[in-house]
């Protein structure tokens, strides 16, 4: 597999040194600069680089640190390009980002270079995400999705079972958090990245559609005020409440919520897939081995649980 994404990374960097290079071959050694996440230093992409440095060994590609934050990526990105800073041949770029940048020029389509055969071996929506105005703008390197984070000790000490609702979360929260206050212990029910940004969103379309609610209908009609939407919101609202939401939750962003539940005082987290390996570094975690990993619940007039899909691109200058 990994060798699998390291071809598909070729693509993007030779796309680069041809942009940057006009089309004309290098006279020497290429060096590369690939912008990306802070927190997956020493982590796949060091591996994929170095892996691709050992086989190619005229092209060097340095991985370059972009904020933890998404928004401040975003903005630090577009400053850079629209100011002319040439130092960066491709960058991380969130599944949302796709028409920002193509549509302002600030990047090159990928059409010839990563052909419709290779584009079949990824899933069909992250190919739509990377795609605008007819044209395919950058490789997908990671798709996300929502999960329920839980804590296992927590569940077991009090006989729960993950929770398959969230009116079962709501009271296994209100159990569990009552008990630990109790005893003289800080916690609190559930957390996420609930600041008012693209993290609110993810959250609560997936409290809507968990409960047979949405949007807007196939017409394109806003549905926002659905009995469904109405009936889990409500939920919510008792959540809140009953004191179940940390009391900064409305200022989460990703990073917030994981530290939240790193502190050890939370039962339940709806975070990325990529907040259950960060657990386990103990330098940062308290509840390293203590966390389980389940689907996101579904409502009580929903079917199932829904997830948001997110994901990155690569996008080559």
């Given at each position: 597999?990994?060798?699998r994404i390291?071809s598909?990374l070729l693509i993007?960097?030779v796309?680069?040194?041809v942009?940057a290079?006009?089309?004309q071959?290098?006279?020497g050694?290429?060096?590369?600069?690939?912008y990306?996440?802070?927190s997956?230093?020493?982590?796949t992409?060091?591996q994929?680089?170095a892996e691709?440095?050992k086989d190619?060994p005229?092209?060097t590609?340095?991985l370059?640190?972009?904020?933890?934050?998404t928004?401040?990526?975003?903005q630090?990105?577009?400053i850079?390009?629209?100011s002319?800073?040439?130092?960066?041949?491709?960058f991380?770029?969130d599944v949302?980002?796709?028409p920002?940048?193509?549509?302002?020029?600030?990047i090159?389509n990928?059409?010839?270079d990563?052909?419709?055969?290779?584009?079949?071996?990824?899933?069909?929506?992250?190919?739509?995400?990377?795609?605008?105005d007819g044209h395919v703008w950058?490789?997908?390197?990671?798709?996300?999705a929502g999960?329920l984070?839980?804590?296992?000790?927590?569940l077991?000490k009090?006989?729960?079972?993950?929770?398959?609702t969230?009116?079962?979360?709501k009271?296994?929260a209100?159990?569990?958090v009552?008990?630990?206050?109790a005893?003289?212990?800080?916690?609190?029910?559930?957390?996420?990245?609930?600041k008012q940004?693209?993290g609110?969103t993810?959250n609560?379309?997936?409290?809507?559609?968990?409960?047979?609610?949405?949007?807007?209908d196939?017409?394109g009609n806003?549905?926002?005020?659905?009995?469904?939407?109405?009936?889990i919101?409500?939920l919510i609202k008792?959540?809140?409440d009953l004191?179940l939401f940390?009391p900064?939750v409305?200022s989460?962003?990703?990073?917030?919520?994981?530290a939240?539940?790193?502190q050890g005082n939370?039962v339940?987290l709806?975070?990325w897939?990529?907040?259950?390996?960060l657990?386990?570094n103990p330098d940062?975690s308290a509840v390293v081995d203590?966390l389980?990993?389940?689907?996101?619940p579904?409502g009580a007039?929903?079917?199932?649980?829904?997830?948001?899909?997110?994901?990155?691109c690569r996008?080559?200058?």
């Open positions: 597999m990994r060798k390291v598909i993007v960097f796309s680069a040194a942009f290079g006009g089309a071959e290098p006279d050694p290429v060096e590369l600069n690939w990306a996440h802070q997956t230093f020493n982590n992409q060091e994929i680089i691709f440095n190619n005229d092209i590609v340095n370059i640190e972009l904020p933890e934050n928004n401040d990526k975003l630090a990105l577009l850079a390009l629209r002319g800073d040439d130092s960066i041949d491709f991380n770029a949302t980002w796709t920002v940048f193509a549509a302002s020029g600030l090159e990928l059409d010839k990563f052909t419709p055969a290779e584009r079949g071996e990824f899933l069909p929506s992250t190919i739509d995400a990377a795609t605008f950058g490789i997908p390197f990671r798709t996300d999960v984070y839980y804590r296992k000790d927590l077991d009090y006989g729960k079972s993950v929770p398959a969230w009116d079962e979360l009271d296994t209100l159990e569990i009552t008990g630990e206050r005893a003289g212990n800080e916690m609190y029910g559930l957390a996420g990245s609930m940004y693209e609110l993810c609560a379309v997936e409290w809507l559609y968990s409960n047979g609610g949405s949007v807007l196939e017409d806003v549905t926002i005020n659905s009995l469904e939407n109405i009936e919101m409500k008792e959540m809140t004191e940390p900064g409305l989460y962003g990703s990073g917030d919520a994981r939240s539940m790193f939370q339940f709806r975070a897939p990529k907040a259950y390996a657990s386990m940062n203590l389980g990993v389940a689907e996101l579904r007039s929903g079917t199932r649980g829904h997830s948001t899909l997110g994901g990155w996008f080559p200058i």
